[in-house]
């Protein structure tokens, strides 16, 4: 285990307070399929259209978008992989450090058109990383970038292409994706930071 990674384990765990569902399991199915037909309807098509999840949620999420693109264009589309951990030293404020694992993303990106893909934008930094990283891999003919939510309080220049939902949120606040590969459940909640009394 590396010194940064024993320190993130070491952390204590904030105490969090549920404020609502965002997002049903039905309601995050019929948002992938909106996606995948912008994806295929903004790069005319999906042959040289390469998919890229940053872990975690963003995998699952590159496969089923993956799957859903194959079956509208009735042929594979590549998916590969960025493992990008973060580093966060209060989930409340700012003072985080990305960290990109080194690793091949699965397949060559140069000269493709590669849509990066998380769960949720919120200050940029992670996909800040996962740029660099995909450069370090090659050089892609575009770069573009789905989120399933963009909460807000962006600290870089950097936008999605694709958005599920754009939920305005206080810093406080924290949105929860649920996926089934990664959580065994299906849901977007949002929740709060609760004070230490
Ligand atoms: O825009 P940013 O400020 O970089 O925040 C967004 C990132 O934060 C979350 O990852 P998290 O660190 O919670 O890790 P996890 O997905 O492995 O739970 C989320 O999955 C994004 O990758
Ligand atoms: O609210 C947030 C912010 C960053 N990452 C998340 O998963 N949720």
Redesign the pocket.
């Known amino acids: 285990m590396s010194e940064i990674t024993e320190e993130i384990k070491s952390k204590p765990k904030p105490k969090l307070r549920e404020k609502g569902r965002l997002m049903s399991s039905s309601e995050i199915e019929r948002t992938l399929v909106r996606l995948a037909h912008e994806i295929v309807e903004k790069n005319n098509g999906s042959a040289n259209v390469g998919l890229v999840g940053i872990k975690r ?1 963003g995998v699952p999420l590159a496969q089923r978008l993956g799957a859903l693109i194959s079956k509208i264009e009735k042929q594979p589309v590549d998916i590969g992989t960025l493992d990008i951990s ?1 580093y966060r030293d209060d ?1 409340s404020t700012a003072g985080t450090r990305p960290i990109v694992t080194p690793g091949a993303i699965g397949f060559d990106v140069t000269g493709r058109d590669i849509v990066l893909m998380d ?2 934008l ?2 940029g930094r992670t996909i800040r990383a996962a740029l660099d990283a995909l450069f370090d891999h090659g050089r892609p003919k575009s770069v573009q970038l789905l989120v399933l ?1 963009d ?1 807000g309080h962006r600290e870089l220049p950097i936008q999605a292409t694709f958005t599920g939902r754009t939920i305005p ?1 206080s810093k406080r ?5 649920k996926l089934n590969e990664v959580d065994g459940q299906e849901q977007v909640i949002l929740v709060e930071l609760v004070d230490p009394a």
């Open positions: 949620r973060f989930l769960d949720v919120y200050t939510i909460r949120t606040e924290i949105i929860e994706v």
